[in-house]
């Protein structure tokens, strides 16, 4: 079981940025995935982007062309890049090691986002 440890995150207005950061030693060497999700109050889980051990990354349709995924495998990081962000994006955001193998990890303590004028 790998750990995750998550930061970033904090209080924007509209349209404002921020950067979330995932750090999940050894997940490169271990060729996994990390994905992320989020969880606004009272709402369900959904997922927002990932990244699969082939590379590629993925991206919810809200995401897309706002959000940006980008992996530095040299420090077992992943950088989750919110832009344009809006209220509808608050929420808790939280990421996770998945795969075969050994490539799985509990959810990190979560990264708060409230987005508000």
């Known amino acids: 079981l790998l750990q995750v440890e998550e930061s970033g995150g904090g209080s924007v207005q509209p349209g404002g940025s921020l950067r979330l950061t995932c750090t999940a030693p050894?997940?490169?060497?271990?060729?996994?995935?990390i994905t992320w999700y989020r969880q606004a109050d009272g709402q369900r889980r959904e997922w927002v982007s990932n990244?699969?051990?082939?590379?590629?990354?993925g991206y919810a349709d809200f995401a897309k062309g706002r959000f940006t995924l980008v992996a530095d495998k040299v420090k077992d990081t992943v950088y989750l890049q919110l832009n344009n962000l809006q209220p509808e994006d608050t929420a808790v955001y939280r990421c996770?090691?998945?795969?075969?193998?050994?490539?799985?990890?509990?959810w990190g303590q979560g990264i708060p986002v409230a987005v508000s004028s």
């Open positions: 050894g997940f490169a060497s271990k060729g996994c995935g």
């Open positions: 990244l699969r051990d082939s590379g590629i990354i």
């Open positions: 996770q090691v998945y795969g075969g193998g050994t490539c799985h990890s509990d």
